[in-house]
Antibody
Framework: EVQLLESGGGLVQPGGSLGLSCAAS????????MSWVRQAPGKGLEWVSS????????YYTDSLKGRFTISRDNSKDTLYLHVNSLRAEDTAVYYC??????????????WGQGTLVTVSS | SYVLIQAPSVSVAPGQTARITCGGN??????VHWYQQTPGQAPVLVIY???DRPSGIPERFSGSNSGNTATLTISRVEAGDEADYYC???????????FGGGTKLTVL
């Protein structure tokens, strides 16, 4: 059974940093691209970033590039998102999602349950 | 950047057919995927590559894509279908995932 378990969310002050993790199981993690998608309270889905199966290719939504860094450790079956200079508008549930191929290019067949990041003083 | 437009809401009576559209410039040339999200839950894939259904998704869910509009059709709507529905494409010109704004389906 495919499982994606996010962690690392919480309350952080504006300007602070946070590291999110997504532990994967039930599939060959190193064979699939992975992504982060976020959802602000009461809002729609917003794609954040994607990374290829090897980690050699990364993509970011334009507005977040420079503050967010996606990475993965295939030896630990774990996806990461490091976020800097957090703002109130970054408050959201952050989901990790599995792509169906090596390179980010298709759709997400599995999603985690999400981790809530709240940016507030 | 590529934009997907969805109506904010659609309402339908039980047993009727719901059609949820997703508009985009020449979207027919792209592969469209659809997700269902109920409150407090993660999104679930219901249609991929325009019209394919994952295992476990009822045959009542179908999809089409042509021209500037992709459509998710839910036949014989049930109360349990009430949810937010999002369309999604991969924009190869920008190497970006793009989501539509979402449509809230209300079952009257």
């Amino acid at each position: 059974e495919v499982q994606l378990l996010e962690s690392g969310g919480g309350l952080v002050q504006p300007g602070g940093s946070l590291g999110l993790s997504c532990a994967a199981s039930g599939f060959t993690f190193s064979s699939y691209a992975m992504s982060w998608v976020r959802q602000a309270p009461g809002k729609g889905l917003e794609w954040v970033s994607s990374i290829s199966a090897t980690g050699g290719t990364t993509y970011y939504t334009d507005s977040l590039k420079g503050r967010f860094t996606i990475s993965r450790d295939n030896s630990k079956d774990t996806l990461y998102l490091h976020v800097n200079s957090l703002r109130a508008e970054d408050t959201a549930v952050y989901y990790c999602a599995k792509d169906i191929v090596l390179l980010p290019s298709a759709y997400f067949d599995y999603w985690g349950q999400g981790t809530l990041v709240t940016v507030s003083s | 950047s590529y934009v997907l437009i969805q109506a904010p809401s659609v309402s339908v009576a039980p047993g009727q057919t719901a059609r949820i559209t997703c508009g985009g410039n020449n979207i027919g040339s792209k592969s469209v995927h659809w997700y269902q999200q109920t409150p407090g839950q993660a999104p679930v894939l219901v249609i991929y590559y325009d019209s394919d259904r994952p295992s476990g998704i009822p045959e009542r869910f179908s999809g089409s894509n042509s021209g500037n509009t992709a459509t998710l059709t839910i036949s014989r709507v049930e109360a349990g279908d009430e949810a937010d529905y999002y369309c999604q494409v991969w924009d190869s010109s920008s190497d970006h995932v793009v989501f539509g704004g979402g449509t809230k389906l209300t079952v009257l």
